[in-house]
C-alpha cells in the first residue's frame, strides 16, 4: 500500500532560496526508492505561513523508512538545520 506525505516546511530568516536549494538535493534521492514527488508549490512570500508544501507518494513504508534513513539525505542534517526552521509532516491521501 503505497504511503502518501503533505509536507509544509518554514525557512529561516532569509533562507528561502537555501530551503529550495536542500529540499532540491534531498528530493532528488526519492527516484532511488521508487517514490516521486506529486506536487512541489511554493507561497510567494514566507511568514507565518509555510514557504513550501510538497506532496510526496511513495511505494510502501519499507521506501519511507529507506528515504529516512539515507545516508545521502541523514548527512545533510547541518545544511538542513541552518535553511529550514520548521517541518510539519502529515500522513495523506490522494483524492
Known amino acids: 500500500m503505497s504511503v502518501v506525505l503533505c509536507v509544509t516546511l518554514w525557512p529561516r530568516q532569509g533562507q528561502e532560496r537555501r530551503l529550495a536549494e536542500e529540499e532540491d538535493a534531498v528530493l ?16 510567494f512570500e514566507s511568514g507565518e505561513q ?13 521506501a519511507l523508512d529507506a528515504y ?9 542534517s547541518e545544511e538542513r538545520d541552518a535553511a529550514i ?5 502529515q500522513r495523506a491521501e490522494l483524492v
Open 85 to 89: 526552521a520548521r517541518t510539519d509532516i
Open 68 to 76: 529516512l534513513s539515507d545516508p545521502r539525505r541523514t548527512n545533510r
Open 28 to 43: 532528488g534521492l526519492m527516484a532511488d526508492h521508487g517514490a516521486h514527488v506529486v506536487a512541489r508549490v511554493r507561497a
Open 50 to 62: 509555510p514557504y513550501e508544501t510538497q506532496i510526496i507518494e511513495l511505494p510502501d513504508e519499507r
